[in-house]
């Protein structure tokens, strides 16, 4: 009955057309009162009739559905009789919740009643909002007129909370309201604005207003004249009054819409003192990267100071894909902290690290380290427009020579690959025949070939040099990630890497954002507690408690700007080695030095680098 929501009749009734439902085959349905309710008899008869995948969904349904069942739950419920509900095992159930925490913010209460949802009025709306960002599907369409239009479809299990109606009679006021602002809205902005509107209209058509408290935050802030003509529109919309603590909730997005507009036609650097300020706090940057971050920045701290919150879809991706770009935008994050006091959530730095993600490949390109030398029989013109298209295709790629044949047999050639459009086999460099015009496919070849010999010669020997034996910890039981941290970050200081405020600076990193990536953790601190740059790595079979999953490998990152030539090659490696899930359950379940040597090196066949010892 609590569950279904419905009548013990009705329940007996349904359990009547069950029993009659599986009789045929053999099977009874008792019903003890006291006891409970079971079958008996041969149920494989019963799970042949019915398809196996009858009520089964999948993680992510499943998790909405246990979201949705704590939110609109009137009583705590036992985590036993989740799990039962679900048909999930309370080991699924906990990591599922771990998730929705993790992941939207879930606010529970637990008493010895069990788990119940625990949160203020702006709580629910804050997740009902991050809710819809993540389910509902958005369509952008061009009619006969070519007029562009945008529609949201609300998924089936969100509909209880948002009605289809509403939110299109909603999206049509706001596409009004919106044209007659002088200020451009970003994506972010309308979608939370819009999510909202919507959950507040519907709060009021069903006589459920928010309280002062829950508006707290902006009620000592005068209503904007921009947010007083919004207020107007969707009263005589819906025809229905719009009280006060409702419009100062909805006065709170559009400040934020309108205190974080940045003009970019008024030229010159946007928000200089940001600017200046990302100047003194990057370790490395150019003009594009301080122009992307400052945009970025200053409407994502205004919706930070707002209360208003964004999901970013593509967030674990992230923190899987560039693991150091993601730390370099949460060490941005750190120091906004001290500067601000406002701490961006771990949507808005996922999205800070693909402004860093793309500066490091800028920076990866215009690097030369892998060199070329180009052989052609055909005469220098053929030669020269080789180099040119070199040139133009692989500009990271250095040209150390064009040769004719004959210069080539009194020359000593100093290069990686040689290109030639003759048959020609070379002791020391990988070659290439191609064609004079460098068609696609050779050029496809000649791409692989630079990035075999850069990973090969330059990331791997760059990310070895940053290991050590000294700084290696080998299959140890610690029972939290706090042990792990303090147990890498005493042997780095002890070996002259860090010092001793370094503990404190990752302790306090993990408090902002997680750090663990599929079954490994990579903390780091401050720069400045660097002395000189080494990763420090620990392994546990057994497996370490951090942020409700369970790491086997942590690699403690502590590099500053001395390696900053270097960082791109480091990063290289560091990223196909933790994306590569058969040498990280090798490194997980490695139990000597040379076990851990093993796992790190590169399958490629060729020179194998070793840690570096001191």
């Known amino acids: 009955m609590d569950y279904l929501g419905i009548s013990r009749k009705t329940v ?283 945009l970025h920045l200053r409407p994502a701290l205004v919706r930070v100071s707002h209360g208003i919150s964004i999901t970013n879809p593509y967030r674990e991706d992230v923190k899987k894909n560039f693991p150091m770009a993601f730390q370099a935008a949460l060490d941005l994050t750190v120091a906004l902290k001290k500067k601000t006091q406002l701490t961006l959530s771990e949507d808005e730095i996922a999205y800070l690290a693909l402004h860093f993600q793309s500066f490091f490949e800028r920076r990866h390109g215009a690097d030369q380290d892998v060199r070329i030398a180009i052989v052609c029989s055909t005469g220098y013109g053929t030669a020269e427009l080789l180099r040119q298209r070199v040139k133009d295709k692989f500009p990271e790629m250095e040209v150390t020579a064009t040769l004719s044949v004959n210069e080539l047999m009194h020359t000593q050639v ?20 191609v064609s004079p015009f460098l068609n696609d496919q050779e050029m496809t070849l000649l791409g692989k070939l630079e990035k075999n010999i850069r990973k090969s010669k330059y990331a791997k020997h760059a990310f070895l040099n940053m290991l050590s034996p000294a700084t290696t910890i080998v299959n140890v039981k610690c029972g939290t990630k706090k042990a792990a941290i303090n147990d890498l970050t005493a042997v780095l200081e002890q070996a002259g890497y860090v010092d001793h405020d370094m503990a404190e600076s990752a302790l306090a990193r993990e408090a902002l954002a997680s750090t663990v990536i599929g079954n490994c953790a990579i903390p780091h601190g401050d720069m400045k507690h660097v002395v000189k740059p080494a990763i420090g790595l620990l392994t546990s079979k057994s497996g370490i408690p951090w942020d409700g999953e369970r790491v086997h490998v942590v690699f403690f990152v502590a590099l500053n700007k001395s390696v900053e030539a270097k960082m791109d090659d480091i990063y290289s490696y560091f990223y196909e080695l933790i994306q590569d899930p058969g040498r990280m359950r090798q490194l997980g379940d490695a139990t000597t030095l040379e076990d851990v040597t093993h796992s790190i090196q590169d399958k490629t066949p060729g020179k194998e680098g070793t840690m570096q010892n001191d």
Do not use: C
């Open 414 to 433: 100093d290069a990686d690959i040689i290109i030639s459009t003759i048959p020609l086999k070379m002791n020391d460099s990988r070659v290439i025949q």
């Open 12 to 294: 007996a009734k349904y359990l009547d057309r069950a029993a009659a439902e599986v009789a045929p085959l053999g099977i009874k349905l008792i019903r003890k009162r006291g006891q409970g309710i079971h079958l008996a008899g041969n149920t494989d008869k019963l799970l042949a009739a019915f398809p196996s995948n009858v009520g089964k969904v999948d993680d992510e349904t499943r998790r909405l559905q246990l979201l949705s069942t704590l939110i609109t739950a009137k009583q705590p419920m036992l985590l036993a009789d989740l799990a039962d509900h679900f048909f999930v095992s309370k080991s699924t159930l906990e990591r599922d919740l771990r998730q929705l925490k993790s992941e939207y913010g879930l606010k529970l209460q637990t008493t010895a009643a069990g788990v119940q949802f625990a949160a203020s009025e702006a709580d629910v709306r804050t997740l009902m909002g991050k809710l819809l960002q993540h389910y509902w599907g958005q369509e952008v369409h061009q009619d006969q007129t070519g007029s562009i239009t945008r529609t949201f479809e609300v998924p089936a299990s969100l509909s209880q909370y948002v009605d289809k109606s509403i939110l299109d009679k909603t999206q049509a006021v706001l596409s009004r309201f919106i044209n007659t602002l002088s200020t451009q809205v970003n994506e972010y902005e309308y979608e939370s604005l819009l999510i909202h509107t919507t959950i507040a209209l519907q709060r009021i058509k069903n006589g459920e207003y928010v309280t002062h408290a829950a508006v707290a935050a902006g009620a000592g802030t005068a209503l904007s004249p921009n947010t007083k003509r919004l207020v107007k529109m969707l009263s005589e919309a819906f025809d229905l009054p719009i009280p006060k603590d409702e419009a100062v909730y909805l006065n709170m997005h559009v400040v934020a819409i309108e205190d974080g507009y940045i003009n970019l036609n008024q030229g010159g650097l946007v928000d200089q003192d940001l600017t200046a300020w990302l100047r003194l706090h990057l370790g490395g940057y150019d003009d594009t990267l301080l122009r992307n971050l400052a």
